[in-house]
């Protein structure tokens, strides 16, 4: 858990954070989750977020921060996670005692104490349920944005009423990460804002309302337990007087729709029209800012967090840098220097040589294995260093365009 404050002119004047393996090391988890026997099923305790919260703001509180200065707060929470509040929780909420720590407050209001998040991908029967449900797998992502995805909410949801409808009958909210974290400063249940709910697969995100058909295929009376989405720059109220009483906030301090870390990255990259981000990380994510989109079975659209009348799109791409360090392990004596030299040694178009680089099964296209083609577009089972390196680069950069022209980006000329 992150914490950062900037002034009118966007300097920081504070930052910290809480490592939740390191600093709550009472909850046993690897990395901020619990990887289940199963190898697919991936939770966090709800209750951990709550309490690294509480340590964040002490932490605050005794480097003498001055929380009457915040005029606004807003945040962003990790992708397609989702918390499950038991029936009355929202009058524990309210009323949470400024003299206890928030987590001890709340410690009963959760009917799933073990969060799903994003990294869960035990859902497959739910997502085939889903998409037979509306007509198959396009039809789909031309309602929500995506096809259905293990991790998303609504097949998480029809996991846990499928397999606990006590529990779902128990619950009278789900939100997500994001809405949580706001919902835990509101006071109150946040709604859930457009960006993070089109990572749902139950946003109809041209309308910007749940989808009937789809919400019917998850679970009985969904609707009511997800509330209304919001504009992701909505101003949701005022801070809730527990944080004013406890660490001095003014009252007036209002909380902004919290939003997913993906459409967070495109609001704080400050992305306009026509923009493309990459991100090159374990997994490479490009995203970027588009007018008319054209969902499609890979990738996804959001609802844009800055203008709602726009959207985002977001392509994940599993072989990305571990991909490029093996390759560079291989051909370059595990030297970026020496890749770099390889890479700048061959010319653009690489000769008409050209490779596919999948150590594991990738997701946009699923395909896996390496595969090489020479300028007669046979196939081939090496190349020379330097040009498998052309190869590796050129080919994950033409896959980014290719697919990113699917859903509707056009290279302007």
Known sequence: LKVIAIDERLRVIYEDNVHFDKDLPEFKTQGGVYIHSDRLTVTSPVLMWVKALDMILEKMKSSGFNFSQVRALSGAGQQHGSVYWKKESIQILKNASSELPLHQS???CFSVSNSPI??????????????????????????????????????????IYSQNPEVYKQTERISLVSSFAASLFLGTYAP???????????????????????LDACAPGLEEKLGCPVPSHSVLGTISPYYSQRYGFS??????????????????????EGDIAISLGTSDTLFLWIQEPTPALEGHILCNPVD????????????????????RDDCASGSWD????ALSSTVAGNDGNLGFYFDVMEITPE???????????????????????????EGQFMAKRIHAEKLGYKVCK
């Open 367 to 393: 395909a896996v294995g390496i595969h090489r083609f020479n300028r007669d577009n046979h196939k081939v089972p090496g190349f020379p260093k330097e040009v498998e390196i052309r190869a590796l680069i």
């Open 338 to 341: 020496e890749f770099s030299k």
């Open 106 to 108: 709340l410690k009963g």
């Open 192 to 214: 859930i804002d457009y960006s993070d709910g089109s990572g749902m697969n139950l946003l109809q995100i041209w309308e910007k309302v749940w989808s009937k058909s789809c």
């Open 118 to 159: 994003w990294m869960d991908s035990s859902t497959a029967s739910q997502c085939s349920a889903l998409e037979e449900a509306v007509g198959g797998a396009q039809q789909l992502a031309s309602i929500t944005g995506s096809r259905a995805y293990e991790r998303f909410t609504g097949n998480q949801i029809a996991k």
């Open 251 to 272: 009252p007036d301090c209002k909380i902004v729709a919290f939003t997913g870390d993906n459409p967070a990255s495109l609001a704080g990259m400050r992305l306009q």
């Open 308 to 327: 709602s009348q726009t959207y985002m799109a977001l392509l994940c791409f599993k072989n990305g840098s571990l991909m490029r360090e093996r390759i």
